[in-house]
Structure formats: C-alpha cells, structure tokens
C-alpha cells in the first residue's frame, strides 16, 4: 500500500517470510513514499520509489548480491541522497546498486574486509567525508577512495563507534602501507584525518605528502609506537604543523 505522506522509517531486525516460500532469504520490497526523505533498515532490500527525494539511508545486514528479484546496476536513482551509512554487509553490489550523483557522506562499518570488489564505480565528485572501517587491505575501499577527488575528511573507523574499535587497535593503517606504501596514492586535498592508530613519523609523512591537512585526530597514544623519546619528540613537531587531538579530545578551535 501506498504511504504518500511518510517522512521518514526505520525497521529494526526484522523477519518476513517469503510468501509462497522461495530459495532466497533475502527479499526487495519497493516502498511507494515519494516524501520519504529518511531511511534505515536491517536485512531485507527495502527501496525508495525511483527519483526518490531520500537524503539519508542507512543499510544493516543487508545482502544485495542475494536479493530476489535481482538489482541491477545503478538501478536505485537517488538523485538527493547526501548520506549514505553501510554496516556488516558487503558494500560493493550495494555502491553499484545505487545511483548518487549529490552524496556527500559515506560510511561503511564491519568487522571484516570486502569480499567482492565491484568492477567499477562512478566518481563521487561531491564526497567531502569518507569514514570506512580499516581491518585490513580492502580492494573496495580501494576503489572507494580512487573515486572521492575531492575528499576533505577522512577516517579510518567510524565516528562516534570510538569506544568499539579502540581495543583492537594494533597497527598503523592499512592505507600506509600497502603496496608502494603512501607514496603511491594519489591523495585528495584533505583537511581532516581521524585514524585509530598511528605513529608520528607516518603522519609527518603524510603531511608531506597532504600539505592541506590543518587537523589529525589519533585514538591510541602514538607513543605507544616505536621509540618513545621519537614518538614524543614527532609529536611536537607535527604539533607545530597542525592541530592534534588525542582519542576524544575536543578540538581547541571549536
């Protein structure tokens, strides 16, 4: 049935049945709301009209490699949308799915790496932040972050998912040091770099590198990396460069 006037939904963990009973478990249910402007939903495909006027979606546990009857690519026009949240579910199909030519807000979390990378994505030519869960090498956030040009803040876990990740915080990030390092990226004009770890030395690299950057938010105490009289020493200088805060530290220019 139709819901001319909703504003906004959200399904929680939810279980529909197939009726009559089919292989997959994973249904699309199209949602008749040209007014809908908010979305979020657990597990089945739940899909705005086509040219819907959505700026918020948010995708949990959701399967769109298993989805009957099947999406295409960029079958999901969403003309409007400027945030996009993923968790726990594979991103690829769901970035091919949809057509977001205005995003500005992306956020994939997981606890695992991508499977699947997609052959191709577009340019998200208005993408200002990216916050993607870093667990390792990630051919999709690869590709993802190929396509952001004009990036402005980027994150290497999820913001306000602080207190999940900081436990199993061992490593610098994945980013720094995959093949041909740092070096090889082409790096958009960032300002803001918020990462779980980090050592000094890379991030005054990275500055090198990124001479946009004016702020850089660390979880774990850097001096916990390396040599601690360098690591102290680093983050004096990198002090002097731009501003640093500390896990969550308040930012002295707020």
């Known amino acids: 049935l139709p819901f001319p006037s909703l504003k906004r939904l959200h399904v929680g963990k939810s279980y529909t049945a197939p009726s009559p009973p089919q292989v997959a478990s994973y249904l699309r249910i199209d949602l008749d709301a040209p007014q809908l402007y908010q979305l979020s939903y657990y597990f089945h495909a739940i899909l705005p009209p086509a040219l819907s006027r959505l700026t918020r979606l948010s995708i949990s546990k959701s399967d769109f490699r298993s989805i009957e009857p099947p999406i295409i690519q960029n079958q999901i026009e969403l003309p409007e949308l400027l945030e996009l949240q993923i968790a726990k579910c594979e991103p690829g199909p769901i970035l091919c799915a949809l057509s977001t030519p205005a995003l500005q807000v992306l956020i994939f979390y997981s606890e695992f790496t991508s ?134 530290d308040a930012w002295t220019d707020v």
């Open 115 to 248: 499977d699947e990378p997609p052959e191709e994505l577009p340019e998200y030519p208005h993408l200002r932040d990216l916050q993607w869960s870093d667990v390792g090498g990630d051919p999709t956030f690869n590709l993802v972050f190929r396509h952001c040009p004009n990036l402005t803040r980027y994150a290497n876990y999820v913001v306000e998912r602080e207190k999940k990740v900081y436990h199993g915080m061992t490593d610098g990030p994945t980013i720094f040091h995959g093949p041909g390092r740092m070096n090889s990226i082409e790096w958009p004009r960032l300002e803001e770099v918020l990462f779980d770890c980090a050592s000094c030395v890379d991030l005054l690299a990275l500055m090198d590198l990124v001479p946009t950057i004016k702020r850089i938010r660390i979880l774990k105490d850097p001096c916990e990396f390396g040599d601690v009289n360098v690591e102290k020493e680093r983050l004096v200088e990198l002090r002097e460069k731009v501003e640093v805060a500390l896990w969550l």
